[in-house]
């Protein structure tokens, strides 16, 4: 067969967050740990919202009687949240989610707005349940860039993935200005404001601080993908997308042990975390 045989990872942005902390609730949810049964922290994740809307109102009781509660309608907030998901992009899924499956109209339009909120204070609630160590880092990992980039004399910051690759985060302020322009004939020969932006020589610390650690699990990613591909046998065919991993049915066995060393080896014995900090200008964690 010339067919790809996938494998992916159990929301593999939360698989590093559990492996940097050893953190072994969520690591079980996302299958790190030697578990009897499969874990899947997004049905984990559906089954709490449930139990906190049944307890809420009773519009979250009829949230669930109607079904609304799904695990697709979890899974988008929780695989966000190594990558710098927020309460208010939760609640925007929740919306969507009501409107495309129609269940919103069984509500009346007074009560709408309460319903979704209730629904997303719900998820959000069990998001935080689930994954405590992990949303723990993220708070720390968006506020270090304000303090780095102050300790330091450079407008990025840089680190190096555990197999040496370097990774340069430039976030600089926008000098914006508005162009009076003619757009032509094709619109009329009508004028318009244009906004454009030029990077300046100061960086936007509150766009550093939104991007530190989704990029920080992306690099990890990116290493974890790297030294699987390097540690299969030359001349075996590869076909990787993100964090799924996929050969021909005859090496599949290969690249299943390939994927799991991998990255057994990037945390085996490595504080992640602490060597990132030991690569940047000094500062007080405590702060």
């Known amino acids: 067969s010339r067919l790809s045989v996938a494998m992916d990872g159990s929301c593999n ?5 559990s492996a940097m902390f050893l953190d072994e609730v969520a690591g079980k949810a996302v299958n790190l740990t030697a578990n009897t049964t499969k874990g899947d922290i997004y049905s984990d994740v559906m089954n709490l919202t449930i139990n906190i809307l049944q307890e809420k109102s009773l519009n979250g009781a009829k949230l669930v009687e109607l079904g609304a509660v799904t ?18 992009g ?5 919306r969507i989610h009501l409107k495309d499956t129609g269940i919103i109209n069984q509500f009346h339009e007074d009560v709408r707005s309460v319903v979704i909120q ?10 935080e349940q689930v994954i405590i ?3 723990e880092i993220m708070n720390f990992l ?57 990077p300046t020589d ?31 046998e030359t001349g075996v065919q590869l076909n990787m997308i993100h964090d799924s991993y996929g050969t021909h049915a005859s090496d599949c066995q290969e690249l299943y042990e ?6 057994f080896d990037i945390y085996k014995n490595n504080d992640v975390l602490q060597k990132w900090l030991a690569q940047q200008p000094e500062f007080e964690y405590g702060e």
């Open 13 to 17: 942005g939360l698989q590093h967050l």
């Open 71 to 88: 695990r697709k309608s979890c899974k988008k907030p929780v695989m966000t949240v190594p990558y710098a998901g927020t309460k208010m």
């Open 90 to 94: 939760t609640r925007d899924a929740v």
């Open 118 to 127: 209730e629904y997303t204070d719900a998820l959000w609630a069990a998001i």
């Open 133 to 135: 160590k992990g949303r």
């Open 142 to 198: 968006r506020k270090c860039p304000t303090k780095i980039l102050k300790a330091g004399e450079k407008n990025v910051i840089t680190w190096t993935t555990p197999n040496g690759f370097k990774v340069v985060q430039r976030k600089p302020n926008l000098k914006k200005i508005q162009v009076n322009t003619l757009l032509g004939e094709f619109c009329g020969n009508r004028r318009a404001m244009i906004q454009m932006g030029y």
């Open 202 to 232: 100061t960086p936007e610390t509150r766009k550093h601080g939104n991007s530190i650690a989704p990029n920080l699990i992306h690099s990890l990613d990116a290493c974890h993908l790297q030294n699987t591909i390097l540690a299969m």
């Open 258 to 263: 390939a994927i799991r060393q991998q990255f």
